[in-house]
Protein backbone atom coordinates (compact mmCIF):
# COMPACT_ATOMS: atom_id res chain seq x y z
CA UNK A 1 0.00 0.00 0.00
CA UNK A 2 3.06 2.35 0.89
CA UNK A 3 4.47 1.21 -2.42
CA UNK A 4 1.35 2.23 -4.26
CA UNK A 5 0.94 5.56 -2.41
CA UNK A 6 4.72 6.53 -3.03
CA UNK A 7 4.01 6.02 -6.86
CA UNK A 8 0.69 8.28 -6.82
CA UNK A 9 2.91 10.91 -5.23
CA UNK A 10 5.90 10.45 -7.86
CA UNK A 11 3.87 10.57 -11.21
CA UNK A 12 1.72 13.23 -9.41
CA UNK A 13 4.67 15.31 -8.89
CA UNK A 14 6.57 14.56 -12.11
CA UNK A 15 3.89 16.27 -13.78
CA UNK A 16 3.24 18.97 -11.56
CA UNK A 17 7.14 19.72 -12.04
CA UNK A 18 6.90 19.68 -15.70
CA UNK A 19 6.28 22.35 -18.10
CA UNK A 20 3.60 23.18 -20.00
CA UNK A 21 3.55 22.42 -23.75
CA UNK A 22 4.54 25.24 -26.08
CA UNK A 23 1.29 24.15 -28.63
CA UNK A 24 -0.27 25.02 -26.03
CA UNK A 25 0.51 28.92 -25.88
CA UNK A 26 -2.29 31.51 -26.54
CA UNK A 27 -0.40 34.28 -26.66
CA UNK A 28 3.10 35.71 -25.61
CA UNK A 29 4.51 39.27 -24.88
CA UNK A 30 8.04 40.19 -25.31
CA UNK A 31 10.73 42.57 -25.13
CA UNK A 32 13.07 41.84 -27.96
CA UNK A 33 16.63 43.20 -28.06
CA UNK A 34 18.04 42.22 -31.02
CA UNK A 35 21.58 42.78 -32.83
CA UNK A 36 21.53 43.25 -36.12
CA UNK A 37 25.22 42.04 -37.66
CA UNK A 38 25.27 43.47 -41.62
CA UNK A 39 28.23 44.63 -43.69
CA UNK A 40 30.40 44.29 -40.56
CA UNK A 41 28.53 46.42 -38.52
CA UNK A 42 26.82 46.45 -35.06
CA UNK A 43 23.16 47.48 -34.70
CA UNK A 44 20.97 47.32 -32.18
CA UNK A 45 17.23 47.78 -31.72
CA UNK A 46 14.72 46.90 -29.30
CA UNK A 47 11.33 46.69 -29.53
CA UNK A 48 8.17 44.85 -28.06
CA UNK A 49 6.49 41.29 -29.98
CA UNK A 50 2.94 40.59 -28.71
CA UNK A 51 1.26 37.36 -30.56
CA UNK A 52 -1.82 35.97 -30.13
CA UNK A 53 -2.69 32.54 -31.75
CA UNK A 54 -2.97 31.45 -34.71
CA UNK A 55 -2.11 34.16 -36.66
CA UNK A 56 -1.67 37.84 -34.92
CA UNK A 57 1.82 39.16 -34.37
CA UNK A 58 2.38 42.64 -33.20
CA UNK A 59 6.07 44.73 -33.28
CA UNK A 60 6.23 48.26 -31.68
CA UNK A 61 9.66 49.43 -32.20
CA UNK A 62 10.78 50.77 -28.58
CA UNK A 63 14.69 51.82 -30.09
CA UNK A 64 16.52 53.33 -31.86
CA UNK A 65 14.52 56.49 -31.19
CA UNK A 66 14.56 57.64 -35.12
CA UNK A 67 12.06 54.63 -35.38
CA UNK A 68 10.61 54.56 -31.92
CA UNK A 69 6.49 53.80 -32.11
CA UNK A 70 7.10 52.38 -35.77
CA UNK A 71 4.26 49.74 -35.47
CA UNK A 72 4.40 45.93 -37.77
CA UNK A 73 1.66 44.15 -37.54
CA UNK A 74 0.19 41.06 -39.07
CA UNK A 75 -2.66 39.29 -38.88
CA UNK A 76 -4.65 36.85 -41.09
CA UNK A 77 -2.15 36.80 -44.24
CA UNK A 78 -1.83 40.99 -44.24
CA UNK A 79 1.14 42.85 -43.00
CA UNK A 80 0.70 46.65 -41.81
CA UNK A 81 3.20 49.11 -40.94
CA UNK A 82 2.42 52.21 -39.14
CA UNK A 83 5.27 54.91 -39.62
CA UNK A 84 4.60 57.88 -36.99
CA UNK A 85 6.76 60.33 -38.76
CA UNK A 86 4.78 60.31 -41.71
CA UNK A 87 1.59 59.50 -39.75
CA UNK A 88 0.44 56.64 -41.77
CA UNK A 89 -0.14 53.30 -41.91
CA UNK A 90 0.59 50.99 -45.54
CA UNK A 91 0.52 47.64 -46.43
CA UNK A 92 3.91 46.52 -45.85
CA UNK A 93 6.22 43.97 -47.90
CA UNK A 94 9.24 42.92 -45.43
CA UNK A 95 8.86 39.49 -44.44
CA UNK A 96 10.35 40.18 -40.81
CA UNK A 97 7.14 40.11 -38.96
CA UNK A 98 5.62 37.29 -40.68
CA UNK A 99 8.68 34.95 -40.37
CA UNK A 100 8.56 35.61 -36.60
CA UNK A 101 5.22 34.20 -36.90
CA UNK A 102 5.63 31.41 -38.75
CA UNK A 103 8.65 30.34 -36.62
CA UNK A 104 6.64 30.43 -33.65
CA UNK A 105 3.88 28.40 -35.67
CA UNK A 106 6.55 25.98 -36.74
CA UNK A 107 7.59 25.73 -33.06
CA UNK A 108 3.76 24.76 -31.73
CA UNK A 109 3.32 22.06 -34.81
CA UNK A 110 6.69 20.36 -33.87
CA UNK A 111 5.35 20.37 -30.06
CA UNK A 112 2.11 18.18 -31.66
CA UNK A 113 3.39 16.11 -34.24
CA UNK A 114 7.33 15.41 -33.98
CA UNK A 115 8.10 13.03 -30.79
CA UNK A 116 11.88 13.74 -31.36
CA UNK A 117 11.39 17.23 -31.09
CA UNK A 118 9.13 16.94 -27.98
CA UNK A 119 11.28 14.59 -26.24
CA UNK A 120 14.37 17.10 -26.71
CA UNK A 121 12.99 20.05 -26.75
CA UNK A 122 12.02 19.67 -22.60
CA UNK A 123 14.82 18.19 -21.81
CA UNK A 124 16.58 21.15 -23.41
CA UNK A 125 18.43 19.35 -25.68
CA UNK A 126 17.12 21.46 -29.16
CA UNK A 127 19.85 23.52 -29.60
CA UNK A 128 19.45 24.25 -33.26
CA UNK A 129 16.43 25.21 -35.70
CA UNK A 130 16.30 24.97 -39.31
CA UNK A 131 13.93 27.77 -41.12
CA UNK A 132 13.30 27.87 -44.88
CA UNK A 133 16.31 25.90 -45.70
CA UNK A 134 19.15 29.04 -45.76
CA UNK A 135 18.37 29.85 -41.81
CA UNK A 136 19.69 28.47 -38.57
CA UNK A 137 18.56 29.89 -35.19
CA UNK A 138 20.63 28.93 -32.22
CA UNK A 139 19.13 28.17 -28.73
CA UNK A 140 21.68 29.69 -26.38
CA UNK A 141 19.42 29.60 -23.53
CA UNK A 142 15.97 28.48 -22.11
CA UNK A 143 13.90 29.64 -19.18
CA UNK A 144 11.04 28.43 -17.57
CA UNK A 145 8.36 31.25 -17.77
CA UNK A 146 5.04 31.03 -16.74
CA UNK A 147 5.09 27.03 -16.56
CA UNK A 148 6.43 27.07 -20.05
CA UNK A 149 10.16 25.95 -21.03
CA UNK A 150 10.99 29.08 -23.98
CA UNK A 151 13.93 29.96 -25.91
CA UNK A 152 14.85 33.69 -24.56
CA UNK A 153 18.41 33.92 -26.09
CA UNK A 154 19.27 33.03 -29.93
CA UNK A 155 21.54 33.32 -32.31
CA UNK A 156 20.43 33.65 -36.10
CA UNK A 157 22.32 33.03 -38.78
CA UNK A 158 21.82 33.22 -42.24
CA UNK A 159 23.75 29.92 -43.98
CA UNK A 160 26.71 29.77 -42.20
CA UNK A 161 26.93 33.61 -41.67
CA UNK A 162 25.79 35.04 -38.03
CA UNK A 163 22.76 38.00 -38.59
CA UNK A 164 21.23 38.00 -35.35
CA UNK A 165 21.27 37.94 -31.63
CA UNK A 166 17.97 38.14 -30.33
CA UNK A 167 17.44 38.08 -26.32
CA UNK A 168 13.93 38.02 -24.95
CA UNK A 169 12.89 39.76 -21.90
CA UNK A 170 9.67 40.62 -19.73
CA UNK A 171 8.34 37.87 -21.22
CA UNK A 172 5.00 36.74 -20.65
CA UNK A 173 3.38 33.47 -21.97
CA UNK A 174 -1.05 33.46 -21.84
CA UNK A 175 -1.13 36.57 -19.70
CA UNK A 176 -4.43 36.77 -21.74
CA UNK A 177 -3.24 39.44 -24.45
CA UNK A 178 -5.45 40.28 -26.72
CA UNK A 179 -5.15 41.52 -30.33
CA UNK A 180 -5.17 45.14 -31.45
CA UNK A 181 -6.38 47.40 -33.86
CA UNK A 182 -3.41 49.34 -35.77
CA UNK A 183 -4.48 53.16 -34.99
CA UNK A 184 -2.49 56.14 -35.65
Do not use: H
Not at 59 to 76: A, C, H, R, V
Not at 80 to 103: A, C, H, K, M, R
Not at 158 to 184: F, M, P
Request: charged share 35%; proline share 3%.
Amino acid sequence: MIKIIFAFLLIGTSLIASPNRISNINNIYSIVKETLYLNGEKKTKEYKIEYVSPDYLRKETLSPNINKGEIFQYENGKSLVYIPLFDEISENNSEDVGNFLSIIKDLKNKDQNDKSFIENYYLQKVKELKYKDIYRIKIKEYKKIDGYLFPIKMEIFEKETKVADLDLKDTKINSGLKRKELKK
